[in-house]
């Protein structure tokens, strides 16, 4: 089945930090990619679309120089907290888009970010 | 944008119960999924379903394209069920995913 591998899973840092977290496709090339955002005991939040080879589109209201995303091979897209601050504090998860497995998209485990 | 709409909120069950959640999308969608998340964030796919009806198990899933709603119907339900439920759709002409508000279900012995 499609796989999607997200890297770290927690990450605790102090405020000012930039923190890269990494998702991958491991089985599968995915020309697009997602990014979501989460909120305690609140729905996922998109971010913005990945696209390889090309800028990222961002969603109504997303800083696209606090977020910046780096979609540099049909197989990895990255998102860069750039000076993260305690209110980055979330749970961010990206998603791959492929046909496979009767699905159109293949989520990975996400990443806790705690900023102090 | 797209609004997505789940009910109930929230819903406790003791185990053996069946339910039934309802999603509501403001205009029609492609790519209409269920996921359950569980306790540790992982989003597992349930569902694909636009339209019909699909089983898998104790878990069935209806879509009434036509009228924007989809059901998601959990039978004898089991603790190892607990989480969040959400279904989620893309807009037309695309393919991310408007998520829905969620309802967070609770199963007890």
């Known amino acids: 089945g499609a796989v999607v591998s997200q890297h770290p899973s927690r990450v605790i840092c102090k405020s000012g930090t930039s923190v890269k977290i990494e998702c991958r496709s491991l089985?599968?090339?995915?020309?697009?990619m997602f990014w979501y955002r989460q909120f305690p005991k609140q729905s996922l939040m998109l971010m913005a679309t990945?696209?390889?080879?090309?800028?990222?589109?961002?969603e109504q209201g997303v800083e696209k120089d606090k977020f910046l995303i780096n979609h540099a091979s049909l197989t990895l897209s990255t998102l860069t907290v750039t000076s993260a601050h305690p209110e980055d504090s979330s749970f961010y998860i990206c998603?791959?888009?492929?046909?496979?497995?009767?699905?159109?998209?293949?989520f990975g485990d996400g990443t806790r970010l705690s900023i102090l | 944008g797209i609004q997505v709409e789940q009910s109930p909120p929230d819903l406790i069950l003791q185990e053996g119960a069946n339910s039934t959640l309802r999603c509501n999308f403001s205009?029609?969608?492609?790519?209409l999924q269920w996921f359950h998340q569980n306790p540790w964030g992982q989003l597992i796919n349930l569902f694909y379903?636009?339209?019909g009806t699909k089983q898998n198990g104790r878990l069935s899933a209806t879509t009434v394209a036509t009228e924007r709603y989809s059901l998601l119907y959990i039978s004898s339900s089991q603790t190892t069920d607990s989480g969040v439920y959400f279904c989620?759709?893309?807009?037309?002409?695309?393919?991310?995913?408007?998520f829905g508000t969620g309802t967070r279900l609770q199963v007890f012995p």
């Open positions: 998603s791959a888009s492929a046909w496979t497995d009767d699905q159109p998209q293949h």
């Open positions: 089985d599968f090339q995915a020309t697009t």
């Open positions: 990945s696209n390889e080879g090309s800028k990222a589109t961002y």
């Open positions: 205009d029609s969608v492609n790519n």
């Open positions: 379903i636009p339209s």
């Open positions: 989620a759709g893309s807009p037309y002409n695309t393919d991310k995913l408007i």
